[in-house]
């Protein structure tokens, strides 16, 4: 079954306008949840680590800003595009494991297209 | 320089035919090694996990790992058409994040 939850699958809206994902793990507690962009024909990128009860750890060059990342509970984050733009348009796709060593298992991942 | 490097392919391979997919790595202290599948327009889903020198099986599937090389490969036996997709190659590194090479296409020709 499912590891991971990821809502909503795929998103259309406006420039200027403000998306929230969900990112739930299904299967055990996550201290630690992974966000990855993924452009078409490329690979993933990760953005940013996603830690309960702290704030999240970002790659170089992703703008904390503007994507704000919630990590409340041990099953949930969230990442924010806020003021969304057509340049933000891509796959995003969170994961999580269980313990360092294990594989990360993913979402479903969200399109999300800015017009 | 690259941290996990593949052939972007694609990789076209007859089906029922042996497809060979490989990855090198940069980092030497790296431990745990990852092959995904994604199909077009889909999140990735884990195929096999390798993290000791030699060959893992599962299934149609085979891993290799040499470590002294950095290198490890994917072996997929009796390829159908079901296996075309890009499968990503992912390297655990030092800092404990795991790093996606840009993966290969793969064509199983009917």
């Known amino acids: 079954g499912a590891v991971v939850s990821q809502h909503p699958s795929w998103v259309i809206c406006k420039s200027g306008t403000s998306v929230k994902i969900e990112c739930r793990s299904l299967d055990f507690q996550a201290t630690t949840m992974f966000w990855y962009r993924q452009f078409p024909k490329q690979s993933l990128m990760l953005m940013a680590t996603?830690?309960?009860?702290?704030?999240?750890?970002?790659e170089q060059g992703v703008e904390k800003d503007k994507f704000l990342i919630n990590h409340a509970s041990l099953t949930l984050s969230t990442l924010t595009v806020t003021s969304a733009h057509p340049e933000d348009s891509s796959f995003y796709i969170c994961s999580v494991k269980k313990h360092s060593n294990q594989p990360q298992h993913f979402g479903d991942g969200t399109r999300l297209s800015i017009l | 320089q690259k941290e996990v490097e593949q052939n972007s392919g694609p990789l076209s391979v007859p089906e029922g035919a042996i497809a060979s997919l490989n990855c090198t790595y940069s980092?030497?202290?790296?431990?745990?090694f990852f092959w995904y599948r994604q199909y077009s327009g889909k999140s990735p889903e884990l195929i096999m996990s390798i993290y000791s020198n030699g060959d893992k099986e599962d299934g149609r599937f085979t891993a290799q790992l040499n470590k002294a090389s950095q290198y490890v490969s994917l072996l997929i036996r009796d390829s159908q058409p079901s296996d075309s997709a890009t499968y990503l190659c992912a390297v655990k590194g030092r800092d404990d994040k795991i790093i996606f090479g840009k993966g290969t296409r793969l064509h199983i020709l009917p």
């Open positions: 980092d030497r202290v790296s431990q745990s």
């Open positions: 996603s830690n309960e009860g702290s704030k999240a750890t970002y």
